[in-house]
């Protein structure tokens, strides 16, 4: 691993949705989805489902900060969720779905204050923040059929009407950040 590779994990919703996103970043080396944040050791899919675990379905984004700053990543997790809904997107409903930002150290714990109080100032979202920033506990990778889902599985209606749409206004506001396809 080299050393300017960095983690950053976020939680916005379904994490289909949100590894997706990130997958597809100039310096972004690896996703992985899991659960963070709650207080249940090695949680699996059925027991987040219920919403009383505390963990949010989450990624961890092993990124090049030569190639892309935790401001971008920061930047590009405002945009493609709703972060003013409480425990919510769309309809995934429950704190699982929550927006957070689970720092690993102070920088990003102050970059993510800054962003949102910026983002604030500016009245960019009609409605409050509602993004918790927490310190990132534990991080459980979730089951390995949630690995790489959109990838693999694009014909699903979920991907195509709820992730597509993020994809796509991803691809039209930040080009510049998009890994080259080869194929």
């Not at 401001?71 to 809904?85: G, N, Q, R, V, Y």
């Not at 009245?123 to 959109?150: L, M, P, R």
């Amino acid at each position: 691993m080299n050393d300017t590779l960095q983690i950053a994990t976020f939680a916005g919703g379904c994490f289909w949705c949100t590894e997706a996103v990130f997958k597809n970043l100039e310096g972004v080396e690896r996703v992985v989805s899991g659960y963070t944040g709650g207080s249940i050791k090695n949680p699996a899919y059925r027991e987040i489902c219920t919403g009383r675990t505390g963990h949010a379905e989450a990624i961890q984004i092993y990124f090049d900060e030569t190639q892309i700053t935790y401001k971008e990543l920061l930047e590009i997790f405002f945009a493609t969720h709703d972060p003013t809904t409480l425990n919510r997107q769309g309809n995934d409903v429950g704190s699982q779905y929550r927006s957070a930002i689970f720092y690993s150290n102070d920088f990003q714990k102050q970059e993510a204050i800054d962003f949102i109080l910026y983002l604030e100032k500016e009245e960019i979202f009609n409605n409050s923040i509602t993004t918790e920033i927490v310190e990132v506990g534990v991080f459980y990778n979730a089951e390995d059929y949630h690995q790489d889902y959109y990838n693999l599985n694009k014909e699903q209606p979920y991907c195509q009407y709820i992730i597509n749409p993020k994809l796509k206004k991803l691809k039209a506001n930040y080009i510049h950040k998009l890994k080259k396809q080869t194929n």
